[in-house]
């Protein structure tokens, strides 16, 4: 049983920045994908970002390529998601998500979410 805790969101003006934060508690947690999904209202939950559990191989979706930067830190079992020259476009709610494979990219391919973290970017 894996559980994940999200923090780091807020209210934040175009071009500015915020770093999420996703705890996760239980074991092996280096076993685990870990990714970041939102859900802007109105719309279906999106994938935005997605790491291995050795960090190795990232995957990024392009509406945030080049300006998010997924992370992990297997010794404080924490994943985080750097988001820079943010737009009102990305105002979701962020999630994070845990897989026990070695990657995924896919919302159903993942076993375990956090509660999310309200990101709201003004123009």
């Known amino acids: 049983q894996v559980q994940l805790a999200e923090s780091g969101g807020g209210l934040v003006q175009a071009g500015g920045s915020l770093r999420l934060s996703c705890a996760a508690s239980?074991?092996?947690?280096?076993?685990?994908?870990m990714g970041w999904f939102r859900q802007a209202p109105g719309k279906e939950r999106e994938f935005v970002a997605a790491i291995t559990g050795s960090g190795g191989t990232i995957y990024y979706a392009d509406s945030v390529k080049g300006r998010f930067t997924i992370s992990r830190d297997n010794a404080k079992k924490t994943v985080y998601l750097q988001m820079n020259s943010l737009k009102p476009e990305d105002t979701a709610v962020y999630y994070c998500a845990a897989a026990f494979v070695h990657t995924a990219t896919r919302e159903k391919d993942y076993d375990y979410w956090g509660q999310g973290a309200q990101v709201t970017v003004s123009s």
């Open positions: 239980g074991r092996t947690f280096s076993g685990y994908a």
